[in-house]
């Protein structure tokens, strides 16, 4: 698997060429049980381009964030968002915003390796630890991230739409 920043001609999603858009889009498409839980879409069942480009651009907007494609060859297997620095200046760590693999892709290890590949970039960048928000209704990706190592740190609401989410933290110790 490689991992490739997500290259936004003039700065903006919506100028992204058409294919890989429509690509995004097949891949946030593909799991609308997470989609359900998430909210972040009208209709999981019924996810547009347009609307993909619009999540995309709210994840870019810090200026420290960056989203990483997971290519298997060619075939975009997963998605990751990482916002380098916090917007709390009391949180030293970067955080995971957002780890989705394809749906058909599910349950064969692309998950935990894409973790580890976000995970050592963020180690080769000099950070010491990551934090992540996982919502609190979703107990299989709080099962996932517990068996990578995270631990809970905290309860609170994510600060976009205010559902409660449990914090997680994981030590990045040098590999």
Known sequence: MILEPLAVPGGTPDALPEPLLLELTGLYRSDPA????????????????????????????????????????????????????????????????????HGQEQRTGYGRTLAGLVEDRLRAAGHSGVRLAVLENNRRALAFWNSLGYRVIDHREDRRLHRPCTVMRKDLHPA
């Open 34 to 101: 997470f989609q359900r839980i998430s909210g972040d879409f009208p209709d999981p069942d019924d996810i547009r381009p347009e609307q993909v480009a619009a999540s995309l651009s709210g994840e870019l907007e810090p200026p420290s964030a960056e989203v990483l494609l997971a290519r298997e060859g060619h075939r975009l297997v997963g998605i990751a968002t990482v916002l380098a620095e916090h917007p709390d200046p009391d949180d030293p760590d970067p955080w995971i915003g957002l780890l989705m693999v």
